[in-house]
């Protein structure tokens, strides 16, 4: 089953990657020590939690699927489509802005925060390459799925038959109405091809995130693409939920790591 539940923590798991040399999760919000409107397992910074609870939910989130917290290498997501290439743990370095995190090393865990964006892991097991990528609606229109992969092809000799893709806990489009501006931008880089993942009903746009991805990484060549069905916002006791929550809310963490 994806999700799994390991002591006091959820955690969900690829079946697609369940015979890849790698360690991957997306851990819920459950087994952390961060009062509401946090609760309890945040691991994002500079949305009011106290530092010092942040930093020990991030320490159990890395513990629960065998990682030393030491390894972490995250950045500064800021719905972009820039790409960042992690050679060694971030340790005391700034974060540096972008939303597409990738690696070759063993020794680093790529490490990133979302609550209704779209978590996008991949790996490519010939090239022993991994990446993730944060897709918000704005990553969409900057086609961060699709600039992710022509990276990973362009720079590590990728092919795009080979790279197996996770497209993990994220809002649907139920949850995630739009306003016009939104939805004419995601016509304008789709061409108008949107009818299977952008909708109008009662006057009101609605965008089906995870569907977009999935198209955007389809038209780099991509065919082993596993979607999950958990919607973030309809299932508030167990993953955090911006829209769902009104702002006032956490952030549960993706980690993905090539194994040694």
């Known amino acids: 089953m994806p999700i799994q539940q390991i002591d006091d923590f959820q955690v969900f798991k690829f079946e697609s990657f369940s ?3 790698i360690t991957h999760g997306i851990v819920g919000r459950e087994g952390g020590v961060s009062p509401d409107p946090w609760r309890s397992l945040n691991v994002g910074g500079f949305i009011g939690d106290d530092p010092d609870r942040v930093a020990k939910n991030v320490r159990r989130t890395f513990e629960v699927l065998g990682r030393h917290v ?3 290498h995250d950045v500064w997501q800021s719905h972009s489509a820039d790409f960042h290439i992690a050679i060694a743990p971030r340790g005391d370095l700034p974060p ?4 597409i995190l990738i690696s070759q090393t063993t020794d ?3 490490f990133m925060r979302f609550a209704d964006c779209v978590p996008i892991l ?3 097991p010939v090239q022993r390459v991994i990446a993730i990528v944060h897709a918000g609606w704005k990553g969409v229109t900057l086609d961060a799925p699709g600039k992710a992969i022509r990276t990973l092809c362009n720079t590590f000799g990728s092919r795009s038959g080979d790279i197996v893709v996770g ?5 649907c489009a139920e949850c995630y109405p739009v306003g016009i501006d939104v939805a004419n931008a995601v016509e304008k880089v789709f061409r108008g091809a949107t009818e299977t993942f952008l909708w109008k009903r009662v006057g009101t746009f609605h965008l089906d995130l995870p569907l977009a991805c ?7 060549g991509v065919r082993n693409i596993e979607m999950c069905s958990i919607c973030t916002a309809m299932d508030l006791e167990n993953w955090y939920s911006h829209r769902g929550e009104n702002g006032r809310t956490g952030r549960f963490g993706a980690l993905l790591a090539l194994e040694g």
Do not use: F, N
């Not at 540096?96 to 939303?99: E, F, G, I, K, S």
């Not at 497209?167 to 809002?171: A, E, K, L, Q, Y």
């Open 19 to 21: 015979t890849s040399e």
């Open 70 to 72: 030491g390894t972490k």
């Open 96 to 99: 540096v802005h972008a939303d």
């Open 108 to 110: 680093v865990t790529l």
């Open 122 to 124: 991949m790996h490519d």
């Open 167 to 171: 497209i993990g806990p994220s809002i």
């Open 214 to 220: 999935r198209k955007q990484l389809e038209r780099e």
